[in-house]
């Protein structure tokens, strides 16, 4: 069995070797020479189909196919997109005839080998690529293409680049451009050069070379996407084999074909979060030998990889203009390019605006499953066209939106906000902060859906009469509902580090009541009015403790052990106030660090409670699920203690 079957499997008839006057085979006439009665099997993600070096001849048909498509619909790779950028060789007319001149004195000459024919000619290429005009040129249009891209979304690029010359001369002009980037500690700076060297490599190559732990360092740095280094710049190193999921994009200025350069753009198309997609940036002009070393694919890869940078654009397009129809009727210019208050102000009603669109979407569907999907399509669409921005970012088309991006994003970031939990979610707070491309709009603050709605820092743990009359009362309803169900749920998010049943209790008729207005069966006005009957029931439930003579925490075992309506009927509340009064003093007195993490110390507890029911005659029958419950608020009222 061979791995990596297309790079050394090949080589049934001698060649002569020009320099020593031998002729010599390839592996594969001596593996099967040294195992004739074997069975070969190779595996390659990029098969060879050439006149010289066929993979399928070597190996026979294909026995299993698992193609760039394939992987792109499983989730496993994303699309690769590409984007010429072309830097143009640019060349005096008194030094043309004297090139061709040399090459072709170069390709008569009949003394040197192959070899060195094909070296000098590379050599050639190599000075014309790496003039310092050009290079100034490519770092410049870099710089700024990869500032673009970073802003719109997290991730790293690698440089390929023709020669070791080539990178350290590229790095110069970079640095020269934005100083701030370099650094001679490899633990610091946002742009480095992988390559191999020696000591008689030139002196200022050498910051730049080092030993392989140096390189590993490096290759850490490339894969944690917090790392401030944005840019490695390569020869050779890290085309093959080498993964780093965050690296998004590839500048190639290095003549590449076959096998070798579709291994090389494989480096952009690992997943990696919200990725979109990966893209190559050819400044030199490899679009022809991509769609060559695409010619061994299905058609079906081809459309995955190396799809052209204006497809991405006319998505991004495409996705903008279905927004923008979502906004006809409001103008929300003020929100872009007016002052703060205005920009606030327009904020406000934007998203009550898509609040009233979502419901009117939703008002069409039969089934709830769709009603719910209504109501988050505004989310889903936005998050379509920042992925479409992301991969078209330096484009003239996304340089013109990007304001407009930004507002729409400021607003999915808003109601984004209003989850189960009463918060934006890590993942979605995380998208929100790095696709906030307008800086006026947002910063990197996710807007909060009070402050939108006129509601400055409330007490979200007093929600006082006076307070749901001023919701009742404004106008836009669509938006006072979003804004009372964030204050809910923070409410319950609050009373569950210290009543586990009743929080329970309150979020389960917050569910009902969500679910049941996504379903049509209440208006919004309607879900208002609830959601104020949920609230007073908090303010009677926060006076309960009170009345009863008992503290926070002994209201909150109370309710544990009354949680059982048979056991409050066996029982009574006298008898259940007094359990929960020990019961609490127990744990207290008993309580040992990190208790409710070492499974001996939480059987003690465990062993605790069962004494204290049994002792005050709790319904056996009853007593298990009773001591589940109390250990559960315990392990939530006490921890702090234990801290």
Partial sequence: MADEAHRSQYGFESKLNRETGLRRYGYAHYIRQAMPNASFIGFTGTPIEAADINTPAIFGEYIDIYDISRAVEDGATVPIFYESRLARIELNDDEKPLIDAEIEALIEDESLTEAEKMKAKWSAVEALVGADKRLEQVAADMVTHL?????AMNGKAMAVCMSRRICVALYNWIIALRPDWHSVDDAEGMVKIVMTGAASDPLDWQQHIGAKKRRDDLAKRARNPDDPLRLVIVCDMWLTGFDAPCVNTMYIDKPMRGHGLMQAIARVNRVFKDK??????????????LRNALGQYTDSDRDKTGIDEAAAVAAMMERYE???DLFHGFDYRPGIHGQPRERLICLGSAIDWVLRWQESQAAKQKDVEDKKRAHRRYLDMVLELSKGYALASASD???????????????RAALAKNTATGKISEKDRSFAVQQLVDRAVASSEIIDILKVAGIQSPDISILSDEFLMEVEKMEKKNLALEALKKLLNGEIASRSKTNLVESRAFSNR???AVARYHAGAISAVEMIQELIGIAKDMQA???RGEEQGLSLEEIAFYDALAENQSAVEAMGDEKLRVIAHEVLNQLR???????HQRE?????????????????????????EAVQTVLAQAEILLREITQ
């Fill in 541 to 543: 439930a926060r006076a």
């Fill in 397 to 411: 088309e996304a340089r013109t939106i990007r304001d407009e991006v930004g507002f729409f994003q400021a607003i």
């Fill in 510 to 512: 917050l569910e009902e």
């Fill in 322 to 324: 279905a927004i923008r």
């Fill in 600 to 624: 001996s110390a939480r059987a003690r507890m465990r062993v605790l409670v069962k004494r204290i029911l049994k002792k005050y005659g709790y319904p056996p029958d009853l007593a298990d």
């Fill in 589 to 595: 007195s008993n309580v040992t660090v990190d208790w």
């Fill in 147 to 151: 500032e673009a891209r970073v802003e």
């Fill in 276 to 289: 979109p997609g990966g893209l190559v940036v050819d400044y030199i002009g490899v679009a022809q030998n």
